[in-house]
């Protein structure tokens, strides 16, 4: 079992920067690949970032590409994902998401473990 726990949520004005981290407990966690999610008033889950176990590659959805960044400190189970400028349309609660079997992927149904999430408020 694998329990995530994500922070660094809150309310940030647009232009604005956030950090979000999410640790994890377990062993395996750096043979697992990492997602970020997020889900928007209204909106289903939709797959933001994910980053490779081995933190080498990582891979965006086209509305966050050259703003967001997903690292991973293995040594502390930990997962991140660096918000720049910040839009109002970035408000929704975000998940991190550890998909045992290794490889990245952006389909939701191919993650096996979920935190609780940490919202994110975007004013303008």
């Known amino acids: 079992q694998v329990q995530l726990v994500e922070s660094g949520g809150g309310l940030v004005q647009a232009g604005g920067s956030l950090r979000l981290s999410c640790a994890a407990s377990?062993?395996?966690?750096?043979?697992?690949?990492m997602g970020w999610f997020r889900q928007g008033p209204g909106k289903e889950r939709e797959f933001v970032a994910v980053?490779?176990?081995?933190?080498?590659?990582?891979y965006y959805t086209d509305s966050v590409k050259g703003r967001f960044t997903i690292s991973r400190d293995n040594a502390k189970n930990t997962v991140y994902l660096q918000m720049n400028s910040l839009k109002p349309e970035d408000t929704a609660v975000y998940f991190c998401?550890?998909?045992?079997?290794?490889?990245?992927?952006?389909?939701?149904?191919?993650?096996?473990?979920w935190g609780q999430g940490t919202r994110v408020t975007v004013s303008s």
């Open positions: 998401a550890a998909r045992t079997a290794g490889f990245t992927s952006d389909e939701r149904d191919h993650y096996d473990y």
């Open positions: 980053v490779s176990w081995s933190g080498a590659y990582t």
């Open positions: 377990g062993r395996a966690f750096s043979s697992y690949a």
